[in-house]
């Protein structure tokens, strides 16, 4: 399985930027697909899956959507600052682990190479 992640990029603060991650391979349409971030000396975050935005920090501005004919999975930021800058990283479950609450990195076995976002005042 692999992910593979496009779209990022540099932005002003206030623009907009679209997330792509396409799944390959042994990839099982339907895969649970999310979205996880890593800010400079900060820890790793899940953003949202399962078409759902999780993280406080970014919930009216950042959508998720899952296109599962096309085993791809969306992020559109919206209203982006400074503080959005940061890695971004798609995952997915294995085969058969659907998406559900509360699921953290661990839950995901497949991830992408990271894509970086950097958001300037």
């Known amino acids: 399985v692999q992910l593979v992640e496009s779209g990022g990029g540099s932005v002003q603060a206030g623009g907009s930027l679209r997330l792509s991650c396409a799944g390959s391979g042994y990839f099982a349409s339907g895969s649970c697909m999310g979205w996880f971030r890593r800010a400079p000396g900060k820890g790793l975050i899940v953003i949202g899956y399962?078409?759902?935005v999780y993280a406080d920090s970014v919930k009216g501005r950042f959508t998720i959507s899952q296109d599962n004919a096309k085993n791809t999975v969306y992020l559109q930021m919206n209203s982006l600052q400074p503080e959005d800058t940061a890695m971004y990283y798609c995952?997915?479950?294995?085969?058969?682990?659907?998406?559900?609450?509360?699921?953290?990195?661990?839950?995901?076995?497949?991830w992408g190479q990271g894509t970086q976002v950097t958001v300037s005042s």
């Open positions: 399962g078409n759902i």
């Open positions: 995952a997915a479950r294995s085969a058969g682990s659907w998406c559900r609450p509360s699921l953290g990195s661990r839950d995901f076995a497949y």
